[in-house]
Nanobody, 124 residues
Framework: QVRLVESGGDSVQAGGSLSLSCAASGDSGERLCMAWVRRRPGKEREVVAAKWWGRGTLGTADSVKGRFTMSEDYAKNTLYLLMNDLKPEDTGVYYC?????????????????WGQGTQVTVSS
């Protein structure tokens, strides 16, 4: 089993920054691939970024490229999402997700394990 717990969501002004964290625990073999997925009001879930745990990035959504950066602290089993230059359209619930093999990385259905989500609200 895998447990994912997100934190760091908040309300910020447009142009601001936030850093989300995801504490991961459980079977490491089941969370080789990690991702941040968001659900914005009125829109389908979108994989923001994904990476192999302890290795390189798989991809970043065009909608956040150049503004969001995904990283990890391997020793702490924690995944991060640094979000800069936030826009009102970034408002939504952000989830940490994991799977043994996420193919394709950009599809939310590729992930088996999910956290409870953390709310990000960006005001103009």
């Amino acid at each position: 089993q895998v447990r994912l717990v997100e934190s760091g969501g908040d309300s910020v002004q447009a142009g601001g920054s936030l850093s989300l964290s995801c504490a991961a625990s459980g079977d490491s073999g089941e969370r080789l691939c990690m991702a941040w997925v968001r659900r914005r009001p009125g829109k389908e879930r979108e994989v923001v970024a994904a990476k192999w745990w302890g290795r390189g990035t798989l991809g970043t959504a065009d909608s956040v490229k150049g503004r969001f950066t995904m990283s990890e602290d391997y020793a702490k089993n924690t995944l991060y999402l640094l979000m800069n230059d936030l826009k009102p359209e970034d408002t939504g619930v952000y989830y940490c997700a994991a799977e043994r093999l996420c193919q394709p990385w950009s599809r939310p259905g590729s992930y088996k394990y999910w956290g409870q989500g953390t709310q990000v609200t960006v005001s103009s």
